[in-house]
């Protein structure tokens, strides 16, 4: 089954850092384009950062100079470095990636890791 895993959330004061990781398993064929979005309580998700397969990236606005995207073919993982972070960042942060399986093409979601960032 493919599905896709975050992990690196948690606590850190305004001004810290951050470093998330989303890996894809299952049986795969191609891996394309992927998100960070996240989601702050009350809110809708957004979109945060872009990585397409060629390695071409961008950011929402607010985050650009702050956060760095980043990813590893090999290993099917996304990375999210996220630096001077700010406590209204705290949300939860998705992954999704484009990506070709024996069924075809498949866009999943992970399930989330919580960013928390006080003040």
């Known amino acids: 089954q493919v599905r896709l895993v975050e992990s690196g959330g948690g606590l850190v004061q305004a001004g810290g850092s951050l470093r998330l990781s989303c890996v894809a398993s299952?049986?795969?064929?191609?891996?394309?384009?992927m998100n960070w979005y996240r989601q702050a309580p009350g809110k809708d998700r957004e979109l945060v950062a872009f990585?397409?397969?060629?390695?071409?990236?961008d950011y929402h606005a607010s985050v650009k100079g702050r956060f760095t995207v980043s990813r590893d073919n090999a290993k099917r993982t996304m990375y999210l470095q996220m630096n001077s972070l700010k406590p209204e960042e705290t949300g939860v942060y998705s992954c999704?990636?484009?990506?070709?399986?024996?069924?075809?093409?498949?866009?999943?979601w992970g399930q989330g890791t919580q960013v928390t960032v006080s003040s």
């Open positions: 999704n990636m484009v990506l070709t399986t024996k069924r075809g093409p498949f866009t999943p």
């Open positions: 299952g049986i795969l064929f191609t891996v394309g384009d």
């Open positions: 990585i397409a397969s060629d390695g071409y990236t």
